[in-house]
């Protein structure tokens, strides 16, 4: 099946510097959505891109959908503490009809010191 | 305007039991949505479903998972003679069109602890 690989796994930053993460894709999607996910909590939908190139920004976070539609990468400018949490890509593949049979990346948990 | 709802938050049963866990979509959404989440994992995908009819179970497995969301009431996932594997946390996310560019909302989730 599908894999999407997401780096880096875990990141300990300080309060105020900007995060990137990536994930990539052995196969192609049409679309990538970045979720956040607090413990205990459902994902929340961050950012979704829905064309090959398109650079998408919400707030402090900015995400790009890779030319190669393989690719995605999610940036967080001046991290804050509530910025704590384990952040998702996910990929709706190509042909599938459906809004949401989306593979998951397996989660970059960011933890922001003080 | 309430989210997804899905209940119980927590459910612990006790293996061979039976675990029936329930979703209601956002109002005025039909299309269902059912994701698996080990710990430390990503969502894995189950089931879609619309009203009645069940769209794609690719991602169920084939003994003791079923799915159903009728005409009235929630969407229902149902897991029969539960085994510690089936411990996880399952959420439902609901759309109000199945088609791309669609964007899908996800409950807080149930966690299944199998004792």
């Known amino acids: 099946g599908q894999q999407l690989n997401q780096s880096p796994q875990s990141m300990f930053i300080q309060e105020g510097e900007d995060v990137s993460m990536n994930c990539t894709s052995s196969?192609?999607?049409?679309?990538w959505l970045w979720y956040k996910q607090d413990p205990g909590e459902g994902p929340v939908l961050l950012i979704a891109?829905?064309?090959?190139?398109e650079l998408t920004s919400n707030g402090r976070l900015t995400a790009q959908f890779g030319i190669t539609r393989k690719d995605s990468f999610l940036n967080i400018s001046a991290s804050i503490p509530s910025d704590v949490g384990i952040y998702f890509c996910?990929?709706?593949?190509?042909?599938?009809?459906?809004?949401?049979?989306?593979?998951f990346g397996t989660g970059t948990r960011l933890q922001v010191t003080l | 305007n309430a989210g997804v709802m899905q209940n119980p938050r927590h459910l612990v049963r006790r293996r061979g039991q039976e675990a029936r866990l329930r979703c209601s979509p956002m109002?005025?959404?039909?299309?269902v949505y059912w994701y698996r989440q080990l710990p430390e994992e990503g969502l894995k995908f189950m089931v879609y479903?619309?009203?009645?009819?069940?769209?794609?179970e690719s991602g169920m497995p084939k003994e003791r998972f079923s799915a159903e969301f009728p005409k009235e009431g929630p969407s229902i996932l149902r897991i029969q003679q539960v085994v510690r594997g089936d411990s996880a946390a399952y959420f439902c996310?609901?759309?109000?069109?199945?088609?791309?560019?669609?964007?899908?909302?996800f409950g807080q989730g149930t966690r299944l602890t199998v004792v």
């Open positions: 996310a609901s759309s109000p069109l199945g088609q791309a560019n669609t964007e899908a909302f």
């Open positions: 196969s192609i999607f049409n679309t």
């Open positions: 891109l829905y064309k090959a190139g």
């Open positions: 996910a990929g709706q593949p190509l042909n599938t009809g459906t809004a949401s049979k989306l593979t």
């Open positions: 109002k005025g959404h039909s299309h």
């Open positions: 479903l619309q009203k009645e009819n069940i769209i794609d």
